[in-house]
């Protein structure tokens, strides 16, 4: 790209009035805006989540009814059991008036007693009389049930649809609610407790002030009271506007329901503009008391909101969330088991790849990151798992969620040195100068450019092992060192004798110097091997009378600077094998 220069040679800056977006072509005259709600005192962007809200799992129901391939029962009992490990306390477990499979379901939850006495079971019905004595009578013998019983509110529905007005919905709704009650005190009695949702279907179409007077309506009838609260259910059926807008309608309703202590406010969104989880949680903020949702956003379209995401963003934010995702692996797989679909690889929190780096900056942070965190840790006296969690790129500890530390850092084309690095000292306890680092990642790099993809760790430590550690079944180079004995000099020198294999001749090297690597460099002289020791490092591998050390040398030989690494039991044999190491990729071919 090339830019005008300007009076004084100097490229033209990129400014807003050089980059000039044209109109798409698109149809936009067939859409129209959102609407505002005017609540110039709205309180909620002050609000922060310091606790959890209710929560409902709708999995095996608004998830359910969007499969390709509807839960079997089999699948279903596996989803329920998952769900109630997990800690959901409120479960919507089917439409049981839709057909004879979510009764079956529902009745066998219910007569294998399978619900936990603190859980509360909830099914989906329209308002029809019928409908409603079937759905009620699914519920016969359970110890917490809630009916939800819901109409279409919104304009275009009563227009399109139902071609009915206001006062023509809103009698559908209290109807519905005197027969839910009706039936319930038959069918029921005092052996459930019993509770009652309503929902104004598609809300976030619906107008505010009518939107209010239904349900006022159904409370009405309700007549909630203390010990006897009510559900009232606002979903975004359709997602229309931003979480901020989202937040003022929750807003304005709170505001304006009677008996509002009473009422428990629920937000229902769905994800049809991508911003589920935002408009959750900003309707939380604005007044609402529980969230309706499935796991990993299964449900219509484009899903339900993201129970998963939610409850990991308040436990991300020191908020305990009550539900327990310690085991994020295990309820991933299980979800896709009995959804028949995958979870994307890059899904918040649970996805395959989302504690994974590639990128060479951020695997480089990454590491510096544990590191940094295990030197607070032992300055503190603690371990590292009572200290604040604070890694570059890692909103949370992997292992809080039951993952292991080792799929943090994959290297591919992308990466550098501190990946490599990371690599080598999370397995295998190698902790490789920054120097040396540089020049491995290298190596690496040259073979992800060359092959493409993602080198695993196991390949990883395969090249490192050929190019510095070679093995007994793939060995070159021209010293084979054999063994080490050091003694002391009249003047308090070190001499050291070494026995090894030079250019496939078994040889006996002498020499002496101001310590065992001088007094090895002296005695390899005689191979005429030229080299200086420019950097030198060690630390222990492992702990106990065991103990492994690793060295590394950085030597200058025949021209050519490079490292080489010894590990050994006894850290002079260690720091030897370094510099036949690195004598040795000297002379390679």
């Given at each position: 790209m090339?830019?005008?220069?300007?009076?004084?040679?100097?490229p033209?800056p990129?400014?807003?009035?050089?980059?000039r977006q044209r109109?798409?072509?698109?149809p936009?005259?067939?859409?129209r805006?959102?609407?505002s709600?005017?609540?110039?005192?709205?309180?909620w962007?002050?609000?922060?989540?310091?606790?959890?809200p209710?929560?409902?799992?709708?999995?095996l129901?608004?998830?359910n009814?969007?499969?390709?391939?509807p839960?079997?029962p089999?699948?279903?009992r596996?989803m329920?059991d998952?769900?109630v490990?997990?800690?959901y306390?409120?479960?919507e477990?089917?439409?049981?008036?839709?057909?004879e499979?979510?009764?079956?379901?529902v009745?066998?939850?219910?007569e294998?007693g399978?619900?936990p006495?603190d859980v509360?079971?909830s099914v989906?019905?329209?308002?029809?009389?019928?409908l409603i004595?079937?759905?009620?009578?699914?519920?016969?013998?359970a110890?917490?049930?809630t009916v939800?019983l819901y109409?279409?509110?919104a304009?275009?529905f009563?227009?399109?649809?139902?071609?009915?007005g206001?006062?023509?919905?809103?009698q559908?709704?209290?109807?519905?609610?005197?027969l839910?009650?009706e039936y319930?005190?038959k069918?029921?009695?005092d052996?459930t407790?019993?509770?009652?949702q309503?929902?104004p279907?598609?809300?976030?179409?619906?107008?505010?002030?009518f939107?209010l007077?239904?349900?006022?309506?159904?409370m009405?009838?309700?007549q909630?009271?203390?010990?006897r609260?009510?559900?009232l259910?606002l979903?975004?059926?359709?997602?229309?506007?931003?979480?901020?807008t989202h937040a003022?309608?929750?807003?304005?309703?709170s505001r304006?329901?009677?008996?509002?202590?009473?009422?428990?406010?629920?937000?229902h969104p769905?994800?049809d503009?991508?911003?589920?989880?935002?408009a959750?949680?900003?309707?939380?903020?604005a007044?609402?008391?529980?969230i309706?949702?499935?796991?990993?956003?299964?449900?219509?379209?484009?899903?339900n909101?993201?129970?998963?995401t939610l409850?990991m963003n308040?436990?991300?934010?020191g908020v305990d969330?009550?539900?327990d995702?310690s085991r994020i692996?295990?309820?991933?797989?299980?979800?896709?088991?009995?959804?028949q679909m995958?979870?994307h690889?890059?899904h918040?929190?649970?996805?395959?790849?989302?504690?994974t780096a590639?990128?060479?900056s951020?695997q480089?942070?990454?590491?510096k990151?544990?590191?940094?965190?295990?030197?607070d840790?032992a300055?503190?006296?603690?371990g590292?798992d009572?200290?604040?969690w604070?890694?570059?790129?890692?909103?949370?500890?992997p292992?809080d969620v039951?993952?292991?530390y080792e799929?943090v850092?994959?290297?591919?084309?992308q990466s550098?040195k501190?990946?490599i690095a990371?690599v080598?000292?999370?397995?295998?306890?190698?902790?490789?100068?920054?120097?040396?680092?540089?020049e491995?990642?290298k190596?690496?790099?040259?073979?992800?450019?060359a092959?493409?993809g993602?080198?695993?760790?196991?390949e990883?430590?395969a090249v490192?092992?050929?190019?510095?550690?070679?093995?007994?079944?793939?060995?070159?180079g021209?010293?084979?060192?054999?063994s080490?004995?050091?003694?002391?000099t009249?003047?308090?020198?070190d001499?050291l004798?070494?026995?090894?294999?030079?250019?496939?001749?078994?040889?006996?090297?002498?020499?002496?110097?101001?310590?065992?690597l001088?007094?090895?460099v002296?005695?390899?002289?005689a191979?005429g091997?030229?080299?200086?020791?420019?950097?030198?490092?060690e630390?222990?591998?492992t702990?106990?009378?065991?103990?492994?050390?690793a060295?590394?040398v950085?030597?200058?030989?025949?021209?050519?600077?490079?490292?080489?690494?010894?590990?050994?039991a006894?850290?002079?044999r260690a720091?030897?094998?370094?510099v036949?190491?690195?004598?040795?990729?000297?002379?390679?071919?």
């Open positions: 090339s830019s005008t220069p300007n009076s004084v040679g100097r033209t990129i400014t807003a009035a050089t980059v109109p798409s072509g698109m936009i005259h067939r859409y805006p959102y609407e709600v005017r609540i110039p005192d709205r309180t962007p002050e609000k922060r989540i310091t606790k959890a209710r929560w409902l799992s709708t999995d129901r608004d998830g009814q969007a499969l390709i391939d839960m079997s089999a699948r279903k596996a329920f998952l769900l490990s997990m800690g306390k409120e479960i477990v089917g439409f049981p008036s839709s057909g499979t979510d009764f079956a379901f009745r066998s939850i219910i294998e399978a619900i006495e509360t079971i989906l019905t329209q308002a029809r009389e019928e004595e079937r759905t009620v009578e699914s519920l016969r013998g110890p917490r049930a939800h109409n279409a509110t304009p275009l009563r227009r399109v649809v139902f071609r009915g206001r006062e023509e919905t809103k559908i709704a209290v109807d519905g609610t005197r839910v009650m319930a005190d069918i029921l009695g052996q407790v019993f509770g009652y309503y929902s279907e598609i809300f976030t179409d619906t107008e505010l002030d939107a007077e239904v349900c006022e309506s159904v009405d009838v309700w909630p009271e203390d010990g609260e009510i559900i259910n979903p975004a059926t359709v997602e229309r506007s931003t979480p901020s003022d309608r929750f807003e304005w309703m304006n329901l009677s008996r509002r202590e009473h009422v428990c406010l629920s937000v769905h994800n503009r991508g911003t589920a989880v935002a959750a949680e900003l309707a939380i903020m007044g609402a008391d529980r309706e949702g499935c796991l990993f956003g299964q449900g219509e379209r484009t899903g909101v993201d129970l998963v409850g308040l436990f991300s934010q969330p009550q539900i995702f692996d295990d309820i991933r797989r299980t979800a896709e088991y009995c959804n995958e979870v690889p890059r918040p929190y649970a996805g395959d790849l989302v504690y590639f990128s060479g951020h480089d942070a990454i590491k990151g544990f590191e940094a965190l295990e030197s840790a300055a503190q006296g603690k590292v009572e200290i604040e604070a890694v570059p790129y890692l909103p949370i500890d292992k039951g993952r292991s799929a850092i994959r290297v591919n084309s550098g501190g990946g990371y080598l000292k999370n397995d295998h306890k190698l902790d490789l100068p920054r120097r040396m680092q540089i491995f990642s190596i690496i790099q040259n073979k992800t450019d092959e493409g993602e080198v695993t760790p196991a990883i430590w490192f092992q050929d190019e510095y550690l070679p093995m007994p079944d793939n060995a070159w021209r010293i084979a060192l054999r080490a004995q050091t003694s002391t009249n003047d308090g020198g001499a004798t070494v026995e090894a294999v030079v250019d496939g001749t078994e040889t006996v090297l002498t020499g002496t110097g101001n310590g065992p001088a007094a090895f002296d005695a390899l002289a191979t091997v030229d080299v200086r020791v420019l950097d030198y490092a630390h222990a591998q702990e106990g009378a065991a103990a492994q050390a060295s590394y950085e030597c200058a030989i025949d021209g050519k600077v490079l490292w080489g690494v010894g590990i050994d006894n850290i002079v720091s030897i094998k370094a036949v190491s690195a004598v040795n990729r000297a002379y390679r071919d």
